[in-house]
């Protein structure tokens, strides 16, 4: 894995992919930290969208993004949703 800038001064992650088949985003994610929250709203999008599992969910994001420690970001997500889903539906039944 390789790193860079670009002209716009994002740092990017390289990678092995042929360049002709996808494109410069995706060739060259961009590099984001753990804690910031672009970061956690990235992860939550791509769970939302059919609530994959945590692998999935990764998967997803990697494919413009590059986060430190993704999975892990991704796990908590994962309990953060279901953990208000479970609430959600608690305070619902007892109204």
């Not at 990764?58 to 994962?78: A, C, E, F, M, P």
Request: no cysteine; proline share 3%; charged share 25%.
């Amino acid at each position: 894995m390789s790193l860079s800038t670009d002209d716009k001064g994002i740092i990017r992650v390289g990678g092995r992919v042929d360049p002709a088949l996808v494109s410069y985003d995706e060739r060259h994610a961009a590099l984001l930290p753990y804690d910031h929250w672009i970061s956690m709203l990235i992860t939550r999008d791509a769970h939302q969208s059919g609530h994959p599992g945590i692998a999935a969910t990764t998967s997803k994001t990697r494919r413009r993004y590059w986060i430190i420690k993704g999975n892990k970001l991704s796990k908590i997500v994962k309990r953060v949703v279901v953990s208000a889903g479970r609430w959600k539906h608690k305070l619902k039944h007892n109204l």
